[in-house]
Every structure is written in structure tokens, then in C-alpha cells.
């Protein structure tokens, strides 16, 4: 199935993967943000001061609001070649509200997850 995004410019790349159900943990974008937060991007000092921050803020929902949209605009940006404050601008405008929110959500659970899965691997 051809994408309705130009994959040549950086909106169609960050817009491109914004097509399925956010629902499935096992959806790219989730399952590819998890691999930005185990450090497979930017390696292990990255992957500590994920796990550090996570752990240390899993019971505050609005700290991990303002991390996750942090991070997942720095992977989408890694992702898409661009800078986070424009993979931030092409997100906010290209989602529907409630689907942005359904996603920033998920991705909080999802890192809270991982972070508890690294604590019990220790």
C-alpha cells in the first residue's frame, strides 16, 4: 500500500507511520519508541538516563507527560532527519487532538512498563 506522504521530505516521513492502531503494543511506533528508550539509538548512557528519569518519576503523570513528548519528538526527529521542535510542529498539527492524546498515553504507560521491566532484569 502506497502512503499518502511524500517519504522525501521530512513531514512525509513523521507523517507516513502515523497510519495504524495505536492500541497495539506491538504498533511500529510504539514498539520503535521503546527501542529510542533502551538506548538501541543513541546507546547505554542514553538508555541509563531514560531508565534514571523513568523510575524515578513513574508516579508523577505530568513529569512523564512533559519526558515522553520530549523524547518521542527527539526520536521522531532522529527518525525523520529534522529537529524536534519541527517533528513537535508536524505532530501536533497532523494528528487529530484525541488521537495525540490516546498516543501520548499509551507511550507514557508503555515507558513506565519499561522502565519497571529494567528494575526487575537488575
Known amino acids: 500500500m502506497m ?6 521530505t521530512a513531514k512525509g516521513r513523521i507523517l507516513r507511520e502515523f497510519t495504524t492502531d495505536f492500541f497495539d503494543a506491538n504498533e511500529p511506533v510504539r514498539r520503535y519508541f521503546r527501542l529510542w528508550l533502551d538506548g538501541s539509538y543513541l546507546g547505554e548512557t542514553h538508555y541509563r538516563m531514560n531508565v534514571e528519569f523513568i523510575n524515578g518519576s513513574a508516579h508523577d503523570r505530568k513529569a512523564m507527560r512533559s519526558f515522553v513528548i520530549r523524547e518521542f519528538c527527539r526520536y521522531t526527529a532522529h527518525d525523520a532527519d529534522c529537529s524536534p521542535s519541527y517533528a513537535q510542529r508536524v505532530l501536533v498539527n497532523g494528528l487529530l487532538p484525541d488521537a495525540l492524546a490516546t498516543l501520548t498515553d499509551l507511550l507514557i504507560d508503555d515507558a513506565i512498563e519499561f522502565g519497571a521491566s529494567q528494575l526487575e532484569a537488575a
Open 3 to 8: 502512503s499518502r506522504y511524500d517519504g522525501n
